[in-house]
């Protein structure tokens, strides 16, 4: 039985729906094949200096509104033996580096985060209309347009990485600069690290450096337990680091 | 900083407000109300006959506003037609759409269309005026009020109850699934929520009724039926039974595996949510309605201090259960999925994922249920009580 | 009804949706065709090959152009009318190298007030090839 409020909701809907229909199809960027390539992260901790020029690269390249997070640096400070407990924090995300720390002795470190581009993504599963999905090309994306803000994968993302763009009104994230690597450009927060702690992967490219390092070095991601296939790859990630 | 800790910089601010804790608790009232009255219509309890029909309407009217407060939630209302067009399949909150356009058209508007039949038709021939067209339009074109059309109306009408019973658990249950298999998230992930969700959502759906009818009674200075509400306090305290050993099961388990997530969750019900929790969930909204209840099923208690004891244990379950929807949905975004820290929800008064919006959604049922008793009245004029006419079922027995 | 439901799904459900799987197959275009911020240090290096010859050199031979400059797409599309200002060395040498318990130990840091006792870092350090060669200006 079609109500009057049923009809009242359905029309702003269709009109909404009908724009993008007669918008056409966008440019396609030249010479990048989709198929050919499957992109991932390297984080190497040890060289991490937490100087937060990635935070504000990242912010730069990709208009991320204050208070809120694309990718972000935490410091961590692991006292003794306890695996468990931790303490970790990031002002701002790491955006303007950080303070001195009050720690003293242990073990202390920086551990960049963000969106892992997961190969069995949970965020991309519990999406109810399919607005956010992982490309072909391995990297998990949001179509702004099409994304009704439900938040369901903001709570579905176990690392944290997804926020509601108060602007927009749908879900964000890091998009591995999607923009750039279909360009062949490397992802902004890459090219403003300057001791070379993050590197871009294509896990297709015979010749991209990290297939070698992979079978050199000792490589973790985190919450593996959860199975999520994650494409960012650490070096020397503590056992600490949640 | 409301931050007590280290939460992900993202997660400071929940995602879900307190309309995600309203939604639950509305369908939860749905899905329980039907399930009361598919108690008379399959099982043929015939107690609680006289709440049949009040119990079909309630669930009407708090199915109508369900959306509501999810259209309030989107960041894009506009465009939650394309849960419809293109749903996918791998998430569970896509079924929503279509499992509530499936509840509300082919089974609880049918069910009380063929229910009122009888009456709509009589009335569209008795009243005058807009009153008439009303009835005219609500009767769908039919007037055959034959004994053999009211027999097949009370046929089909069982049948859709029957399909009725696995809808309205799916209609609740999928929502408990929405959080229970979030594994990102150690407070909701868990195979046990759907269960616990259909249950408490029938412990609230058989309060709200029983209270409504109390209620109404009382408004239309006619006498109670004991009968009647002893029984749906008896069918209250099982499934109650039932609903608190699921929780407890939930709990015990999780203090004796203590895993990664333990002490987080843990602290977390000590502080922030233990008066909610604790207090208004287990205690108030749970314990004391199971033992007030039983205690009358074992000892002797006069008619008024039932009442009385019904009233309250009612009042105390709706709070409990709303307080249940509260601790899932905020208490899941309260600590951080690094399990070093919490955050605090700010609940505004004023906005449109706010207090005020949040009571105007609870009240508007009510309102909605007054009409809808207005014009599909579940009682006659001639009984004191509501009576629907008896199934085919019962008067073969009879002969 | 159903036969209203697929003819409303037809006109409404966009074009491109499910060309690659369960979404909005534009969306990939879409994407791939954000602006631009940072040029990338290939860019830079085309026209300031000179600095590129001094970096390479020294210790900061692994630093982008962009990780100090900051982002600069707009320059490289037009060097003339946009020109960039140069960063404040007070404010972002300290962001690498102020001392922090957390970064690595070999990584070279100082606590700014006992190294130059407020002395701005250019004065002795020239931040395309920063190590202090014999000779170098120092108080």
Redesign the interface.
Known sequence: ?ITRRKLL??L???????E??AAG?????PN?S?PEHWWGMLVDI????????CVR?CA???SVPDG??RT?V????VAGWQQ???????P??GKN??P??K??GGK???VP?MCNHCEDS?CT????????????DGVV?V?E????????C???????????HPA???AEKC?LC???I??G??T?CC??????ARQLADLKNPKDPIHEYLKTHSVQVLKPH?ATGAKVYYHDLDGSV? | MPVDGFMYPNEIELQWSVLIVVYPFITGLVAGAFILASLERIFHVAAVKPTYRLALLTALAFLLVAPLPLQLHLGHPERSLEMYLTPHKTSAMAMFGFVYLWYLMAVILLEIWLDYRHEIVLFSQSTTGWKRLLYRALSLGSSNISEGSLRVDDRVGWVVTLIGIPSAFLLHGYVGFIFGSVKANPWWSSPLMPVVFIFSAMVSGISIVLLIYMAAMKLRRQSIDMRCVDTIAQYLLYTFIIDFALEMLDLIHRIYEADESFRSLDFMLHTQLFFSQVVLQIVLGTVIPILTIGFIQIFDVPEKLRRMAYAVCGCLTIVGIFAMRWNVVIGGQLFSKSFLGYTTYKLDLISREGELVAAALLILPFIILAVLVKILPPWTESQAGFVREPSVCELGKEA | MLVVFLLVRAQFVPKSFGQFGHYRGDALNELASKPISFAGHQTCEECHSDVLEVKKAGKHAGVNCEACHGPLAKHAEDPGSVVPQLPDTAVLCARCHEENIAKPKAFPQVVSAEHSGGVVCKTCHQPHSPLLQPGDKKS
């Open positions: 039985m909701m359905l702003p809907a269709a009109a909404m729906a009908w993008y229909v199809t966008p440019e396609i960027s990048y989709r040890d060289k991490c200096i937490g100087c937060g020029n690269a730069a390249e990709n809120y997070f972000w935490e410091r961590y400070h468990e407990t931790p303490q970790v924090d990031s701002n995300g580096g950080f001195p720390s720690a003293v202390n470190f920086f985060k949970p599963q519990v999406c109810p209309v399919g607005a956010t999905f992982r490309s072909i994306l179509d347009k099409y994304c009704l803000g439900c938040r369901y903001i709570q579905a993302c176990p690392y944290g990485c997804r926020f509601l927009k009104h749908t998009s999607y923009h750039r279909t360009k450009l490397t902004a090219e403003s690290c300057p001791t070379g959860l949640r």
